[in-house]
């Protein structure tokens, strides 16, 4: 059965669809080779309201400190369930991992191993955990979060003279395989170092062995859009960068145009090309204040602060991305130009979901002040930041209609671009 909503997702050249990727002051350097990708280009997402994937109003689980405790996380960044269905918390304030029940109740607090600081924890081969503390070092633990290895991704040096000094605007990331392999980036290069201005700073992908040697090389990717000024960058507010997942074996990675992103297998073949239709949003003189005052709204600098900062006309498609267990990808349509933070009076916020044949399903609405981290077929759990700016966790159960097979026809695309 094709119904005519199913009929809404059309596969052509990307080349044809100009229209839909407005050119901003410059656009990212492009060395990857899509020969052999296929292309889904969608008009309108695939969900009808009877199918369409949503959050219950109020959370299933809460964990909000009420006062300084050393059973909270200060700073609550990454999260990921255990098999035993326990929430495993990385803090950006300690080397620390925190451990929570089902029902949201503290456990215990265990050393993340010799980092100094964490910047994400995730399961390894099964129920080891990994810990990422920058600087391509990753402390493996045992299940029972005992100091097991240290493995030093060997990524080749950069040009130094070329290299970005910030590595959250140079990239430094670094992605597990089921195998315990990792994918991981070069710290960012300029790629027109001569020019002044707005320009993206470009990252060598590679694939690491689970002990840290490279084992491939699977491509060139831009990495972020900086301003180039006297040897060193400076963050471009509303600036677009490489964001990225893993779905099993394969690389999601969201490249930094108006909603397009690619699925890169093991060898550095991108093997899909999705995008959507979408409208970029302006860059307004009031998110130019609003940035430029976040935390300091009384900033008698302000002025200068907007004369200092260069601008973007048009923000970024989205701000953030992650796959679900079902290989779904879910982004988050552009936020806040401040990262990680959340504004005095946040709007609801959309992520859309693209399976993985690059059909968009459709969007899911979630709270203004959640900051997804972690999506379950059964729930989407994130950073809550309440109107105090206190940080605390929060889960939402997510509801999933099931769709017939023959819905979605037209996803298992016979006849591929190449």
């Not at 498609?317 to 879910?330: K, V």
Request: include cysteine; hydrophobic fraction near 40%; aromatic fraction near 10%.
């Amino acid at each position: 059965m094709i119904t005519r909503r199913m009929m809404l997702l059309f596969i052509f050249p990307l080349a044809a669809c100009s229209d839909y990727y407005p050119t901003r002051v410059t656009d990212p350097p492009v060395t990857y080779d899509t020969a052999q990708a296929k292309r889904v280009h969608n008009l309108a997402a695939q969900w009808t309201s009877e199918h369409a994937w949503h959050i219950d109003s109020m959370p299933a689980l809460v964990i909000q400190p009420t006062a300084a405790s050393a059973e909270y996380a200060a700073d609550p960044r990454t999260m990921f369930r255990n098999a035993a269905g326990e929430l495993i918390v990385t803090d950006g304030a300690t080397p620390q991992l925190f451990v929570y029940g089902r029902n949201g109740a503290f456990l215990r607090r265990t050393p993340a191993c010799n980092a100094q600081s964490v910047k994400w924890a995730q399961p390894y081969r099964g129920d080891s955990i990994a810990v990422y503390a920058g600087s391509m070092n990753v402390s493996i633990l045992t299940p029972d979060a005992q100091c097991g290895r240290e493995v030093k991704i060997a990524i080749p040096a950069a040009n130094d003279a070329n290299m970005a000094g910030d590595t959250l605007w140079a990239g430094d990331m670094v992605l597990v395989y089921p195998d315990g392999s990792f994918a991981a980036s070069s710290f960012g290069t300029v790629a027109e170092p001569e020019k002044r201005g707005a320009t993206w700073y470009t990252m060598q992908l590679y694939r690491a062995t689970p002990e840290g040697a490279i084992a491939d090389t699977l491509g060139t990717y831009p990495g972020g859009e900086v301003f180039w000024a006297r040897n060193r960058a400076r963050p471009l507010e509303f600036g677009r960068r490489l964001h990225a997942a893993i779905d099993g074996f394969t690389i999601v990675a969201g490249e930094p145009s108006l909603f397009r992103y690619l699925r890169i297998d093991t060898t550095g073949t991108v093997r899909l090309v999705g995008s959507r239709a979408s409208t970029a949003a302006n860059v307004t003189d009031q998110d130019h204040v609003t940035v430029a005052t976040f935390g300091n709204p009384a900033n008698p600098d302000t002025q200068e602060l907007l004369e200092a900062r260069k601008w973007p006309t048009k923000k970024p498609a989205y701000s953030a991305l992650l796959t679900d267990p079902d290989g779904n990808a879910w982004f988050e349509e552009y936020r806040f130009g401040v990262e990680n933070e959340v504004p005095a009076d946040p709007p609801t916020i959309f992520w859309s979901v693209f399976n993985r044949e690059g059909a968009w399903l459709g969007q899911v609405e979630v709270p203004g002040r959640l900051l997804v981290r972690r999506i379950y077929n059964d729930m989407v759990i994130g950073v809550w930041v309440d109107e105090n700016g206190t940080r605390g966790i929060r889960g939402y159960r997510l509801t999933r209609p099931d769709v017939p097979d023959e819905e979605y026809e037209l996803v298992n695309v016979r006849r591929g671009v190449r």
